[in-house]
Each structure stands twice: as C-alpha cells, then as structure tokens.
C-alpha cells in the first residue's frame, strides 16, 4: 500500500480517528484525557506518531505507556494542579453544544424539572475554564448541535472572559471537523470527512454555522498510521462500533 492512502480503502471511523489524533499534534509533554473510543484510539496514535511526548493515563493514578506499562505516578493533587494550568487536553462528549461551544452533559429540559438526568455537571466547568477542551460527537445532529444548550457544563467562548487557559481547539463528529476561528468565536466548519456534504451537515445542525468558501476534506492516514489502527492500536475494529461505514 502506498503512503498515500485511498480514501476508497479509508472507513469513517478511521477518518474520525485521524481527525480526533489531530486535535494533539505537536502537543508536547501535556496529559491527554480521551474520553470515548475514537478519541481513544486517537490519543494512542498521536503518541506513537506526531505527538511522542503526550502523557497517557489509565484514569486513575497513573501515568502509562502505550502498551500499559506504568511510566509514572499521578496522585489527585498533582492532576488538579495539571488541569488547572493549562497543560493537559482533554475530548468530551457531549449531548448538545451550541454555536459558542457551551456543552451540555446533565440533563434535557429544564433544570428544576428536566426531561432526562444525563451524566451530571461533574468537573466540566472548571475543566474547561482551565485547560484545551475538544469535543467528541459520533452522531451529528440537531439534536446535539442546538442553538442553545439546556444547561452549561463545559463553557464556551462567549462565557469564558478572562479564563487564561480556555481554548477549545476542534469538535469532531461523524460528518466532519468543526473549530472556533471566527472573529465572534463561534463554529466553523473545518473539514468534511470524504463523501459528507456541505448541506449534510447544515441540514443535521441546529444553528447558523459559518461555512468558507472552499471546505477541505479531512485528511487521509497514511499508509502508517492506518496500519498502526487497524493492527496495533485497535485489531478488533471497536471503533467500527461508534461510526459505521
């Protein structure tokens, strides 16, 4: 197979995972804090790849490498100090985010009486306040991409004033690649994942998205890389469980 790989040979999740690695290019020595499988897998390989330096943990109190080897010791106290410094990354979820990147992972309808309990607000205000959030949504839809988040979890930028360290870098889902590189910060569609359309995505989002004239495709693995994903990284093809084809 060349370097140059086919988008034909290339599934969605890969084109996900790839998307979701990018979000750590050239991140330097940071904790990186993949929430979901292709985040997951994205992390893994932005480590073996273009971002050798990035800090991986089991989630608990440990720092691991890429095979789960433990490489060093992280006691709650010295990831609060991390987090709120602005030196680690994390990829959430979220079940809405809005134009100005608030998210929403508690509940639907109203607070005082809502619809559905989801997660709850857990750490995700001063989580994002204080260090890179990126986001992570296998199903576009109106349904997440809403004009206005029911409740505020993780903050956006038109509620982040004078936050030093809130930055979200890029919100990936299963139809393309999404930043805030606007003079009002708010969404932008950033790349279309091969066979995705500019009214495809519109259509599935809630709110007015400012669309450049000329929107990229999501770049390709190389011939490398997909087969790091496919028989290093994730053999079993789980990814292939949150996107389809």
């Known amino acids: 197979m060349s370097e140059a790989v086919a988008a034909r040979e290339v599934t969605r999740a890969e084109y996900c995972v790839i998307a979701c690695a990018e979000a750590w290019r050239d991140a330097g020595e940071i904790l990186a804090s993949p929430m979901g499988l292709i985040p997951s897998v994205g992390a893994r390989l932005a480590r073996r790849t273009f971002a050798p330096d990035l800090l991986l943990t089991d989630g608990e109190a440990l720092l691991v490498g890429l095979d789960g080897t433990v490489e060093g ?16 990354h994390v990829m959430m979820g979220a079940s809405q985010i809005d134009r100005f990147g608030n998210q929403n992972i508690s509940c639907i309808g109203a607070w005082e009486r809502p619809k559905r309990q989801l997660l709850g607000v857990r750490g995700a205000p001063v989580n994002t306040l204080n260090n890179p959030t990126s986001y992570w949504v296998p199903r ?31 919100v990936v889902s299963d139809l393309g690649v999404f930043d805030f590189a606007t003079p009002d910060h708010s969404m932008r569609l950033a790349s279309l994942h091969p066979g995705v359309t500019v009214e495809e995505v519109r259509d599935a989002t809630a709110f007015e998205l400012t669309v450049p004239d000329e929107v990229p495709e999501t770049r390709a693995p190389s011939a490398h890389e997909l087969r790091l994903i496919r028989e290093v990284i994730d053999p079993a093809n789980s990814r292939a469980r949150e996107v389809g084809s």
């Open 140 to 170: 576009h839809s109106r349904r997440v991409f809403v004009e206005k988040v029911d409740m505020v979890c993780g903050v956006g930028y038109d509620r982040a004033a004078g936050a030093r360290f809130h930055r979200i870098p890029r």
């Open 73 to 88: 010791w992280l006691p709650y106290r010295a990831h609060l100090d991390l987090v709120t410094t602005g030196r680690r």
